[in-house]
């Protein structure tokens, strides 16, 4: 049988089988992108939000490299070893999971948890307990699960782990005896914060919460890291929340913004507006969303995230003070 002719004799079969070639190539080259991007996604995942062992968020700073991590470190540490004497190790089981705190105990009857951010252990806690110290709060700092001592092998952004939160505080209230307790959440921490005051099992003993650097959803930071280093992908972003939400049932797209407006207790704001993961325009959508009266936002005009305090401790202390007095009549 004959090839066909094209004109000028040319015959197409040699045409077809390179065609067939071509196809076949771009065919590998698009497998091996697919299988590239589907790994890629999974890396991302695992370094952001899995646990592999009890090594990776331990309670030493997180980032040593960063000179203002070191100090505040270094700075939690000296009020933590000044009121040695005050400090209780605490254990409870939650789901299953170890979790591990300790309880500064000052003979208050109301207590300040301090929740941190995603890779803190309790150490991080230390820093922001001195304003609540001296309003005359005990201090709570605590391992979320999959941090410092406590179990867990993901980091749910406080959909999970306000369940523990909410764990915490009954046990404060119901084996310590604290009759009030108020929270103090960091980035992450304000997110599970959130949860646990906006959860049909809230007690009403918690009072009131002071957030910084709250985020509207944890997907925009996640879009914010990935510009900051130059390898922002949505494609490998949006596959990467589909491992999340495939091993925790949970979905890096819904956060604080979607629950806000249920909030109606106390609500401290604390942003900056040199944010560069928690935009400050989101700040601005979760104050106006939030369903509370007795809210307020305080601005920074410097500071990078979670590093408000250490910019501006005069400020950031006063503003704590200054709301806990205009609202519970807390002095200090």
């Given amino acids: ?22 196809l076949i ?34 309670r030493q700073c997180s980032f040593p490299d960063d000179p203002q991590q070191r100090i505040m470190y270094a700075v939690g540490a000296e009020w933590a070893q000044a009121n040695a004497s005050c400090k209780k190790d605490l254990h409870i089981v939650n789901e299953g999971l170890n979790l591990y705190a300790e309880y500064y105990d000052f ?26 110290h001296e309003l005359g709060f005990n201090i709570l700092t605590i391992d979320q699960r999959s941090h410092g001592l406590s179990d867990g092998k993901y980091n749910t952004l406080g959909f ?10 009954r046990y404060l209230h119901d084996e310590l005896g ?31 919460m002071t ?25 490998v972003l949006n596959l990467s929340n589909l491992w999340f939400r495939l091993f925790t049932h949970c979905n890096m797209k ?6 806000i407006s249920s909030y109606k207790k106390p609500l401290l704001m604390l942003h900056s507006r040199e944010d560069f993961y928690s935009l400050p325009e989101r700040a601005e959508a979760l104050y106006a969303a939030c369903g509370s009266d007795i809210k307020q936002l305080v601005w920074f005009e410097h500071g990078a995230h979670s590093m408000l305090r250490i910019t501006d401790t005069a400020k950031y ?16």
């Avoid at 202390?317 to 200090?332: L, N, T």
């Fill in 1 to 22: 049988m004959m090839s066909a002719q094209f004109p000028c004799g040319i015959s197409a079969a040699p045409l077809m089988s390179g065609l067939n070639i071509t």
């Fill in 25 to 58: 190539v771009l065919g590998a080259l698009l497998v091996q992108y697919a299988i590239f991007v589907i790994l890629g996604s999974y890396i991302v995942f695992a370094i952001v939000l899995r646990r592999g062992n009890k090594n990776k968020w331990t």
């Fill in 107 to 132: 003979g208050s009857e109301r207590t300040c948890v301090i929740v941190p951010g995603r890779t803190e252990g309790l150490c991080y806690g230390y820093y922001f307990a001195k304003p609540y």
């Fill in 160 to 169: 999970n782990e306000h369940r523990d939160l909410i764990a915490w505080s």
């Fill in 178 to 208: 604290t009759k009030s307790i108020y929270l103090h959440g960091i980035c992450i921490g304000s997110a599970c914060s959130l949860y646990a005051m906006t959860s049909e099992d809230c007690p009403d003993y918690i009072i009131g």
């Fill in 211 to 235: 957030a910084e650097g709250m985020y509207a959803n944890f997907f925009e930071s996640f879009v914010q890291h990935a510009k900051e280093k130059h390898k922002k992908s949505m494609l």
């Fill in 254 to 259: 819904k956060g604080p913004i979607d629950v």
């Fill in 317 to 332: 202390d006063a503003s704590i003070k200054d709301y806990m007095s205009a609202r519970f009549g807390f002095e200090g």
